[in-house]
């Protein structure tokens, strides 16, 4: 279960985290206002290629419409599907509970530090974020300082867009050395 929860309501059917995703990363997904299989055939798209029956595609549609996750506009002939403010910020949930940074197989001897500085009126949103760095794998050097020797900026670029929070209360710093790293190497398994 997420962190996030109490943050957001989230859908609970794979099918639905599938399309809020599928939504997320196209924006908009046109369809042939006629063809019965439009929702089929977009779930066929993705690359877990799971199956699920028409009516389960259909019902999911029909319930993330009526929550306000996605809407429907047809114009000349097309539907547009696309996601409303509500499902933006769900999508963007299912991206952060599956962010991970990848640790290549030689190290660039380069450490990557994130410094924030989130104040206390955007407490929760403080408390998640240093959640998120301890769960990527982040280790810290102070209470607002975290160090990881791997290639992050996607990550904290994508964390400072779903927190809403700027460059100035986010930092990332690239560095060549860290004062008597001799800790953070032993806690990262780094010659």
């Known amino acids: 279960m997420s962190k996030y929860k109490y943050y957001f309501k989230k859908p609970k059917s794979e099918i639905a985290k599938d399309v809020l995703k599928a939504l997320a990363i196209s924006g908009a997904i046109a369809v042939a206002a006629t ?14 290629k799971k199956k699920y029956s028409k009516r389960k595609v259909y019902d999911v549609f029909y319930n993330l419409q009526r929550y306000g996750y996605i809407n429907f506009e047809k114009r000349n002939h097309q539907l547009y599907m696309t996601l409303t403010d509500k499902g933006r910020r769900i999508a963007g949930i299912f991206q952060i509970d ?17 410094i924030f500085d989130i104040s206390e009126l955007k407490r929760t949103k403080r408390e998640l974020f240093r959640s998120k760095l301890k769960q990527l794998g ?27 929070l700027s460059k100035k209360e986010i930092c990332l710093i690239v560095t060549d050395s860290i004062e008597d790293d001799s800790f953070l190497r032993k806690a990262f398994r780094l010659n």
Do not use: H, M
């Not at 063809?35 to 877990?48: D, E, M, Q, R, V």
């Not at 991970?100 to 197989?105: D, H, M, T, W």
């Not at 975290?146 to 809403?164: H, N, Q, S």
């Open 98 to 114: 599956d962010l991970k940074i990848k640790v290549p197989r030689k190290w660039d001897r380069k450490w990557r530090l994130v």
């Open 35 to 48: 063809s019965p299989y439009f929702g089929t055939n977009l779930l066929k798209s993705f690359k877990n």
């Open 138 to 164: 982040f280790k810290p050097l102070q209470k607002s300082v975290w160090a990881c020797p791997y290639e992050c900026k996607d990550e904290i670029e994508l964390l400072r867009e779903f927190f809403g």
